[in-house]
Structure formats: structure tokens, C-alpha cells
């Protein structure tokens, strides 16, 4: 059975502070990994990896993905409150359906 | 302006009534997808639609649950006698084809059975 696993679930951080979001996934036919930010509704695109060692960075945001030890991490560094929001990991495999985490809940304090 | 629309963006309906929710892709994609996400829980995959036909569906989605694209446009998941535990908020998404490059989710519907 698909897994995937995210941690911490939840997260209180002060803004400056450098925050490491962990996914563990074990998946069929494994394609790519996505991450997404869920604020109030639909989840928005971050990044996508298909690759091994690869580091996608966007502004503060980077991730990078570990093919061999099924894991992703998702980096923040200083921190803003607007930053707040769900993280969520989605891998996905051969049939195009993404299998989602239960995600992490930053909290970025002021 | 979003890539994928979802109407109603909130529906309320009594339990044992019909729904219909759509999605209105704007780009020209192939592969469609329904998510839904009960409060507090995480997103699960119901079904992906390629090519006007399934292509692949969960264990949620039952004969309850059925999809079309009636004009080659909308994108449509009828709910058939809903339950209590159908209240979520449901995601339409669109790629491009089997890879994930692009895969972006609608605003999203909440639904309410009451």
C-alpha cells in the first residue's frame, strides 16, 4: 500500500527562523514528488522533483528529493509570517494520481 | 485568473440528494483528476479522466461517484444520493499529460450534506 509520511505534523516557529520539512513516501511506479502550500483552500504548486541530488530552489524555498532513501525535505530559511500554511507532500506514480501526506502545519509567529 | 475553475465554489444539499460539481479547465489538457479533502484529514485521489474515458480510480470512488466531460469542455463529478460523509471540499486538477510538470489544482468545492 502507498504511503506517505510527513513530519513534523505541525510546527510553531518565530520569523528569521530556518524551518526542515521532512516526507518519507514509499510509492508504486514512482514518478515524481510535489510539493504544495494549502493556505485556506486548494493546495498551490512549489516544486516538482523528479531527480535524485537535485536542489529546486524558489526565493527562500528549496527542496531536494532522495530516490534511494525514499525521501524529500523541503527547506525554509527566514521565515515570514506569510509563510503559514499546510505543506504538503505528494508523490506520485505511473497513473498520474497523486498520493498525499496528512502535512505539516507551520506556524510562523510574528 | 485561475487555470482551473470550480463551480459552485460551496453547495449545500440535503442527504440523499444529487450533486453535481464541475470544473472548467482553461488550458486545452488531456488528463483530469478528482481530489477531495474532509476537514482536518488530508487530500485523497478519487479518479483521473484521460482521453473522455477513466483512467484510474480509488477505493472511494464508488458507483456513487461518476465523471464526464459532456461538451469537451467542463469537467463534471455527480455525486448520486449523497451522505453525511460526503461533505468535503472536492479539487478538480489538470495536467498536461502522464507527467506531473504543471499539475494544478481549481479553487475547489465545498460541499455540505446536511
Known amino acids: 500500500e502507498d504511503k506517505v509520511v510527513q513530519s513534523p505534523l505541525s510546527l510553531v516557529v518565530h520569523e528569521g527562523d530556518t524551518v526542515t520539512l521532512n516526507c518519507s513516501y514509499e510509492?508504486?511506479?514512482?514518478?515524481?514528488l510535489l510539493w504544495y502550500k494549502q493556505e485556506k483552500k486548494a493546495p498551490t504548486f512549489l516544486f516538482m522533483l523528479?531527480?535524485?541530488?537535485i536542489e529546486k530552489k524558489s526565493g527562500r524555498l528549496s527542496s531536494i528529493l532522495d530516490k534511494k532513501e525514499l525521501f524529500s525535505i523541503l527547506n525554509i530559511t527566514a521565515t515570514q509570517t506569510g509563510d503559514s500554511a499546510i505543506y504538503l507532500c505528494?508523490?506520485?506514480?505511473?497513473?498520474?494520481?497523486?498520493?498525499f501526506g496528512k502535512g505539516t502545519k507551520l506556524s510562523v509567529k510574528p | 485568473e485561475p487555470e482551473v475553475t470550480q463551480t459552485p465554489s460551496h453547495q449545500v444539499t440535503q442527504m440523499g440528494q444529487e450533486v453535481i460539481l464541475r470544473c472548467v479547465p482553461i488550458?486545452?489538457?488531456?488528463?483530469f483528476y478528482w481530489y477531495r479533502q474532509i476537514l482536518g484529514q488530508k487530500v485523497e485521489f478519487l479518479v483521473s479522466f484521460y482521453n473522455n474515458e477513466i483512467s484510474e480510480k480509488s477505493e472511494i470512488f464508488d458507483d456513487q461517484f461518476s465523471v464526464e466531460r459532456p461538451d469537451g469542455s467542463n469537467f463534471t463529478l455527480k455525486i448520486r444520493s449523497t451522505k453525511l460523509e460526503d461533505s468535503a471540499m472536492y479539487f478538480c486538477a489538470r495536467g498536461p499529460g502522464p507527467e506531473f510538470y504543471g499539475y494544478t489544482f481549481g479553487s475547489g468545492t465545498r460541499l455540505t450534506v446536511v
Open positions: 488550458s486545452n489538457h488531456l488528463y
Open positions: 510509492v508504486t511506479n514512482f514518478r515524481s
Open positions: 523528479t531527480s535524485s541530488g
Open positions: 505528494a508523490p506520485g506514480g505511473s497513473q498520474g494520481n497523486l498520493i
